[in-house]
């Protein structure tokens, strides 16, 4: 019997039990293709009977106007386009919602924001403690962003001379951090 006769039989005579030949000669391939998404065997079982339970409910959208087989794989191939589809995001989800825990967010936040706030003041306070001399040149070079060329028309000093003040003042200022903590 062809399956369109066996679909007309179920829908229009509610003989059910004909789906059984329906799941006979399509199980096999929409098992393999539900394999070939999750490539797990208990889900791949679940898959199919999932699909066959769909398929059973969906019998009466099944129009005719293609092969009764092309529309039961197009059924099965956007199934399990859906079911993987749905699945990686459940993971995504669930990864995400271990990786990132809102409660602690805040907390997280603020201890950065603490950490830098007393750094800032830790380097304030071994700015202060600087010889005027190194303190000017590491304000125009870091608070000004002067380049090294625009220091030594400034203040009249070859370019050797800057970088070497720059330098000094530098290994001073890192000294007096250490120191300030």
Excluded at 148 to 153: G, L, W, Y
Excluded at 155 to 171: C, D, F, P, Q, Y
Aim: with cysteine; aromatic share 12%.
């Amino acid at each position: 019997m062809k399956d369109e006769a066996i679909i007309s039989r179920i829908l229009d005579l509610n003989e059910t039990h004909y789906f059984e030949t329906i799941y006979d000669r399509y199980s096999t391939h929409i098992y393999n293709k539900c394999f070939s998404f999750v490539k797990n065997e208990a889900e791949a079982k679940d898959l199919t009977q999932d699909i066959f339970l769909k398929l059973y409910l969906k019998l009466s959208s099944f129009q005719g106007r293609s092969k009764f087989s092309t529309w039961v794989y197009s059924f099965t191939y956007n199934y399990c386009i859906n079911y993987v589809n749905r699945s990686a995001k459940r993971k995504y989800e669930m990864r995400l919602n271990e990786d990132f825990d809102l409660e602690n967010v805040g907390e997280a936040i603020d201890a950065t924001l603490t950490k830098q706030v007393q750094a800032e003041e830790q380097l304030i306070k071994a700015m202060e403690q600087l010889p005027v001399k190194d303190k000017m040149i590491l304000e125009l070079k870091y608070l000004q962003k002067l380049s090294v060329k625009d220091i030594e028309t400034k203040l009249n000093l070859g370019s050797s001379a800057v970088k070497m003040r720059i330098k000094r003042a530098k290994e001073r200022l890192a000294d007096t951090y250490a120191t300030v903590a």
